[in-house]
C-alpha cells in the first residue's frame, strides 16, 4: 500500500529533476549490479586454482589487516578525542585541529615515506651509525611487513575515529561526566564506565570508514607485500589478464562488505544511544596541571609527530634533492591532468548531488528514501570492485555500440568508451557519490523547507525556485562538498591506476609508479602537492566550521 502510494506521488511529480536523479542512481548501481550478475558465469581454470590454494590465504590476510588496524585506530583515536574534549593542556587547541592533518597524508605515500627513512640506508639507521655510534640490528626496522601496513593505517586513518568520537563528547556528554563525578567515580573509571559505552555508535561511525579504507586499499598493501583481496584483484587483472576471476574476488571483497553493513546495523539496533533529554550539556575541559599535563602534551605531540610532522619533514627534504628532476613540463602536464580529471568528475558529481537531494526533501516517501541510499552506495564499495564493474559495463557498453563504430569507420568491434577518460570519470562518479550528496543533504536540512515553499506558492517552478531561493542560502554546503569531492579525487589511487588510460598519468599513479621504480625521493613532489591540496582542504573546512559556528 505504501509502495502504491509512492508510486502515486511520484507520478504526480514527474519532472526533470525526477528523470535526472533515476539516472544518477543508475550510473550508481549498474557497475555494483554487474559484478553480481557475472557471477553467475562458469568459472574459469584460474578460478578453480585460486580457490583452491590462494583464496583462504587473500581472506586471512585481509581480515587481519582490517582487525588490528581498526583495533589500534580506536585505541589512539578515542583517547586522543577523550583528552582534547575532557582536559585542558599546554597547545590543547593546536592538537585539537592539527590531529586532523594525517589524514591530507594519503597511507600510500605515508608507506613510501616511512619505508625509506628507517631502511638500512634510511635517516634514521644512519643518523644513529654516524652520530651515535651504534649498529642496530635492521630487522628492528623492518616495517615492510604486516605489523608495519598496520602501523601505517592506524597512524594515518585514526583521526576519522578522532574526530567523530571528539565531536559526539564535547557536545552530548557533559551532563553525563559531571554526574559521574559528582557522584564519586574516578577518572579511569568515569572513561571506562561511562565514556566508552555512550561513545560507541561514534566510534562505531569512526571505525567502519577505517574499514572501508583499509579494503579499498591498493598501495600499502601491494608495496608491503600483503596478499589482500584487493592486491589479487590487481594481480589477477594485469599479472593473468583474467578479469573473470577478478570479478570473482571483486565479489567475494563485496560480499564482505555487506557483511560489515549487516553487522553495523546489528550492533546499532541491539541498543539505544539517545538522550532522555534534548537539554545536552557541553563538556567543560578540566584544567590539568604537573605530571598530568606533560603526559597528556607528550602523547598528543607523539602521535602529531608520528603520523604527519615527521613524514612532511622528510618529504620536504627529498623534494630540495630532486625537484630539478621532477618539475618539468612534463609534470606540469601531469598537474594538468589531474587538476582536470578532478574537476570535470567533481561538477558532474555536485551537478547529481544537488538534484537528487533537492529531489528527496520535495518528495519525502519511500521512492525517494532508496534513491538517497542508492546514490550514496559506491563510497562503502572498495575501488577495486567499482574499477571491476565500470570496466565490465563499458567493454559490454562498446559491444553493443560496435555497429555503430563499424559505420563510422572505427573497425569492427573497437573498445571506444573502454579505453577512454569517460570510464574513469564514471567511476569517481560511482566513488564518490556520497561525499558531495551527504555536504548538499545536509545544507538543505539547515535552511529547510519554509523559503522554498513560499517560492512555489508564489509561482515559481522548482528549477526558478532552487536558483533564485536555495542556490545562494546553500553556497556553504556546495563549497563543502566540493572542496571534500575535490580532494578525494586526487588522492584516490586505485581508481586511476586501473582504469585510466594508455599513457595517461595522475599525481597519484606517478608517485605510486616512483615508488615502485625505487625512486622515492622523485616521489615526493607529486606527494607533497597531494599533501598540500589535502592540507588546505582540512584548513578551510575548520575555519568553515568556526564560521558557522559563530
Known amino acids: 500500500m505504501r509502495f502504491a502510494t509512492a508510486i502515486r506521488n511520484i507520478k504526480q511529480h514527474k519532472n526533470g529533476w525526477l528523470y535526472a536523479s533515476l539516472l544518477g542512481a543508475v550510473i550508481v548501481l549498474l557497475p555494483i549490479f554487474t559484478i553480481f550478475v557475472s557471477l553467475f558465469h562458469p568459472p574459469n581454470e584460474n578460478w578453480q586454482h585460486i580457490q583452491q590454494y590462494l583464496l583462504q590465504d587473500y581472506v586471512f590476510q585481509t581480515v587481519w589487516l582490517v582487525l588490528f588496524s581498526c583495533l589500534f585506530t580506536v585505541l589512539i583515536g578515542v583517547t586522543l578525542a577523550w583528552l582534547i574534549a575532557a582536559y585542558d593542556f599546554p597547545l590543547r587547541r593546536f592538537f585539537r585541529w592539527a590531529l586532523v592533518l594525517p589524514l591530507a597524508v594519503p597511507p600510500y605515500i605515508a608507506a613510501y615515506t616511512y619505508s625509506t627513512m628507517l631502511s638500512y640506508t634510511g635517516f634514521v639507521q644512519t643518523t644513529l651509525r654516524n ?209 582536470g580529471l578532478a574537476l570535470t568528475a567533481t561538477v558532474i558529481i555536485m551537478l547529481f548531488s544537488v538534484i537528487v537531494a533537492n529531489v528527496v526533501r520535495q518528495q519525502s516517501n519511500a521512492i525517494t528514501y532508496v534513491l538517497a541510499r542508492s546514490v550514496t552506495a559506491g563510497y562503502s564499495v572498495p575501488g577495486a570492485i567499482i574499477a571491476i564493474g565500470v570496466l565490465a559495463l563499458f567493454i559490454g557498453l562498446d559491444h553493443w555500440l560496435a555497429p555503430l563504430y563499424s559505420r563510422m569507420g572505427l573497425g569492427e568491434s573497437p573498445l571506444v568508451l573502454s579505453m577512454s577518460l569517460v570510464m574513469l570519470v564514471v567511476a569517481y562518479v560511482v566513488r564518490f557519490m556520497a561525499t558531495g550528496y551527504n555536504a548538499v543533504e545536509a545544507g538543505f536540512e539547515k535552511i529547510g523547507m519554509k523559503y522554498t515553499e513560499a517560492s512555489r506558492m508564489l509561482g515559481l517552478g522548482m528549477t526558478k525556485t532552487f536558483f533564485k531561493v536555495d542556490a545562494p542560502l546553500l553556497k556553504g554546503a556546495l563549497l563543502s562538498g566540493v572542496i571534500l569531492t575535490f580532494v578525494e579525487i586526487i588522492k584516490e589511487l586505485p581508481l586511476a591506476l586501473l582504469l585510466r588510460p594508455f599513457n595517461f598519468e595522475t599525481l597519484a599513479t606517478k608517485t605510486y609508479q616512483y615508488a615502485s621504480d625505487e625512486r622515492i625521493y622523485e616521489a615526493s613532489i607529486p606527494s607533497l602537492f597531494i599533501i598540500g591540496v589535502s592540507m588546505i582542504s582540512v584548513i578551510v573546512f575548520h575555519q568553515l566550521g568556526k564560521k558557522l559556528k559563530s
Request: proline fraction near 5%; aromatic fraction near 16%.
Open 131 to 339: 652520530e651515535f655510534g651504534v649498529t642496530p640490528n635492521p630487522e628492528w626496522f623492518g616495517i615492510m611487513s604486516m605489523r608495519g601496513a598496520i602501523f601505517i593505517f592506524s597512524m594515518f586513518l585514526f583521526p576519522y575515529v578522532y574526530m567523530i568520537t571528539k565531536s559526539f563528547l564535547e557536545h552530548q556528554s557533559g551532563s553525563y561526566i559531571e554526574n559521574a563525578s559528582l557522584l564519586g567515580r574516578k577518572p579511569i573509571s568515569i572513561f571506562f564506565r561511562i565514556v566508552l559505552p555512550i561513545s560507541r555508535p561514534a566510534i562505531i561511525g569512526g571505525v567502519i570508514l577505517v574499514v572501508f579504507e583499509v579494503l579499498s586499499d591498493f598501495g600499502v598493501s601491494s608495496y608491503y607485500g600483503i596478499q589482500t583481496i584487493s592486491v589479487a584483484i590487481f594481480q589477477t587483472w594485469f599479472g593473468m589478464y583474467d578479469v573473470d576471476s577478478a570479478v570473482r574476488l571483486a565479489a567475494w571483497l563485496m560480499a564482505g562488505v555487506v557483511g560489515l553493513f549487516v553487522v553495523e546495523r546489528l550492533l546499532r539496533h541491539q541498543r539505544s544511544f539517545a538522550a532522555s533529554t534534548s537539554k545536552s550539556r557541553p563538556l567543560t575541559p578540566k584544567r590539568l596541571k604537573g605530571s598530568g599535563a606533560a603526559v597528556a602534551f607528550l602523547f598528543c605531540g607523539l602521535v602529531f609527530a608520528c603520523s604527519f610532522l615527521i613524514p612532511f619533514l622528510q618529504l620536504i627534504v627529498w623534494a630540495t634533492w630532486s625537484y630539478h628532476d621532477v618539475l618539468t613540463p612534463a609534470f606540469i602536464e601531469l598537474t594538468y591532468n589531474t587538476i
